[in-house]
Antibody, heavy 121, light 106 residues
Framework: EVQLVESGGGLVTPGGSLRLSCAAS????????MEWVRQAPGKGLEWVSS????????SYADSVKGRFTISRDNAKNSVYLQMNSLRAEDTALYYC??????????????WGQGTLVTVSS | SYVLTQSPSVSVAPGQTARITCGEN??????VHWYQQKPGQAPVLVVY???DRPSGIPERFSGSNSGNTATLTISRVEAGDEADYYC?????????FGGGTKLAVL
């Protein structure tokens, strides 16, 4: 059974930092790109970041570019999101998701339960 | 860049058919994927590649995509189908989601 378990969320003051982790199990981790998607309270889904299979490619939403860094450790079946210079508008439930698909046609076939990040003074 | 437009809400009586749309210019040239999200739960993929269903998703869920509109159709709607539904495409190395549609079962 595929499982994605996020951790690392919490309350942080504006300008602070957090590192989210996502532990994957139940599938062969290294062949899959992995994603972070967030959802602000009462709002819709927003794609945040993507990392390729061997960390060769990473991409970010404009809203987090330059502040967030995605990474992965295939030996630990884990993906991470380092979040710096946090703002109130980064407050959200952060989901880890597995990317599936081919030829520039991708979708998120498995999701974790999310970890809550609250940015407030 | 893609901006996917969804109606905020759709209401339907049990047993009827619900149609949830996702609009963008020439969206028919992309593959569209749909997610169901119930309150307090993570999203679940219900349709991928316009019209395919993951294992475990009832046949009542179907999709189509042509021209400027993609549609998620839920036949014989049940109370348990009440949820938010999101469409999604992949564009320029990033995921793009619609704003979501709240399906209310009357």
């Amino acid at each position: 059974e595929v499982q994605l378990v996020e951790s690392g969320g919490g309350l942080v003051t504006p300008g602070g930092s957090l590192r989210l982790s996502c532990a994957a199990s139940g599938f062969s981790f290294s062949p899959y790109s992995m994603e972070w998607v967030r959802q602000a309270p009462g709002k819709g889904l927003e794609w945040v970041s993507s990392i390729g299979t061997s960390s060769s490619s990473m991409s970010y939403a404009d809203s987090v570019k330059g502040r967030f860094t995605i990474s992965r450790d295939n030996a630990k079946n884990s993906v991470y999101l380092q979040m710096n210079s946090l703002r109130a508008e980064d407050t959200a439930l952060y989901y880890c998701a597995r990317l599936h698909g081919t030829a520039n046609n991708y979708y998120f076939d498995y999701w974790g339960q999310g970890t809550l990040v609250t940015v407030s003074s | 860049s893609y901006v996917l437009t969804q109606s905020p809400s759709v209401s339907v009586a049990p047993g009827q058919t619900a149609r949830i749309t996702c609009g963008e210019n020439n969206i028919g040239s992309k593959s569209v994927h749909w997610y169901q999200q119930k309150p307090g739960q993570a999203p679940v993929l219900v349709v991928y590649d316009d019209s395919d269903r993951p294992s475990g998703i009832p046949e009542r869920f179907s999709g189509s995509n042509s021209g400027n509109t993609a549609t998620l159709t839920i036949s014989r709607v049940e109370a348990g189908d009440e949820a938010d539904y999101y469409c999604q495409v992949w564009d320029s190395s990033s995921g793009v989601f619609g704003g979501g549609t709240k399906l209310a079962v009357l």
